[in-house]
């Protein structure tokens, strides 16, 4: 290859513009994998992301490192990137849309934000119950991650067989024993969201209205607290998602090993419905400029190798199908493998808003 240098010294004037020019094409040109010529604007993709997980950054740099197209990255949790899309309207630079959360990915969906998205290797790589409901003009959102939703509890003071499915957060032995983060977070309304699939609506509420009954204490805190409080005595089985408490496992402080080792794991529902997962997911922004180079990006991301840094990296579970990972902490408190549910996650997302109504009902701040 010839640099840059030498061709310009050797060259005259009229002709250096010519050669500048052709050379400038031929980086771009290089800058794609598959050897088709990239448009200008195809080397920036601006990501918009409110994955609040800084491991992230080695998967951004490795798509760099595979395919030259540099990543522009706007860091907000989900409401202040969706108050920044509407904002911006048809200006927005937004290329990708990163979001933690089906309840969010299908508000956003509904607000307009994304623009349906036709890729074999996504459809191949996500079942179809992790991405949203494909329309004529393709899908608009694709789960590229998952957590589960586990229960921890309290192994001195409450037996396992009373906390091994959700249901029975509101059975009368739990009671006064409940921590949870706010029902109106979208980790619970999810759920909820769930359980509106298994159970029915009329049953959810009855089974909220118990949950509410049993409290240990008014909601709040995130998850790790929730698992905090189950170690410290204040409660003895609460909600959380299975990387919070992985990340104590994992933690190089003892006293994050000593509260994750005081605290017992349930993977619920095991012997029904199954364990209820939710999904950080991503999707190709409704006014992107760099269509194109954002499929790329989704189709990266549901990669072995992004599947792999996000269970390793996040101690999340892989959301494309026949990826093998190996993170200790969540073979762990999984024993390896475990049942999950198999509800459209999309109509989990589309149940919030009758869940948040019968939160209202029943009293669950
Ligand atoms: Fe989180």
């Not at 309290?154 to 499915?165: G, L, N, P, Q, Y």
């Not at 840094?309 to 996040?314: D, I, L, S, T, V």
Request: hydrophobic content about 45%.
């Amino acid at each position: 290859m010839t640099s840059p240098r030498r061709l310009t010294s050797r060259t005259p004037a009229p002709r250096r513009a010519a050669a500048t020019r052709a050379f400038a094409a031929f980086l771009l040109a290089a800058a794609t994998l598959g050897g088709a010529p990239a448009r200008a604007q195809e080397a920036v993709l601006n990501l918009y992301s409110a994955r609040h997980y800084p491991t992230d950054e080695a998967l951004y740099s490795s798509f760099t490192k595979a395919t030259g197209i540099r990543i522009q990255r706007v860091d907000a949790d989900d409401a202040g990137i969706l108050a920044r899309l509407r904002a911006e309207g048809a200006a927005s630079p937004a290329d990708v849309i990163l979001l933690v959360d089906a309840a969010r990915l299908w508000r956003a969906e509904v607000d307009g934000m994304f623009r349906p998205v036709k890729s074999a290797v996504l459809e191949k790589a996500i079942p179809a119950h992790l991405r949203a409901k494909a329309t004529d003009e393709g899908t608009a959102w694709f789960g590229l991650s998952t957590r589960a939703r586990v229960l921890v509890y309290d192994k001195a003071r409450v037996k396992r067989e009373d906390v091994d499915t959700y249901e029975e957060l509101a059975a009368p032995v739990n009671k006064g024993r409940v921590c949870t983060r706010s029902g109106a977070h979208p980790y619970n309304l999810s759920l909820f969201g769930a359980m509106v699939e298994h159970i029915g609506a009329p049953k959810t509420e009855a089974w909220l209205k118990g949950v509410v009954d049993n409290m240990a204490r008014a909601p709040k805190g995130g998850d790790t607290d929730q698992i905090r409080a189950v170690a410290s005595g204040e409660c003895a089985v609460a909600l959380t998602n299975t990387y919070y408490l992985a990340r104590l496992m994992r933690s190089a402080k003892p006293e994050d090993q000593a509260v994750a080792a005081r605290v017992g794991v349930v993977f619920p529902n095991q012997a029904s419905w199954g364990t209820h997962l939710n999904i950080a997911g991503g999707a190709v922004a409704r006014h992107a400029k760099n269509g194109a180079a954002a499929v790329r990006f989704l189709e990266y991301l549901a990669s072995p190798e992004a599947q792999n840094h996000f269970a390793n990296g996040n101690n999340e579970w892989p959301a494309a199908v026949g990826v093998s990972f190996d993170n200790p902490a969540l073979k762990a408190m999984s024993g390896g493998s475990f049942k999950s549910e198999l509800v459209p996650i999309s109509r989990v997302g589309m149940n919030q808003v009758a869940v948040q109504q019968m939160l209202d009902r029943v009293g669950f701040r």
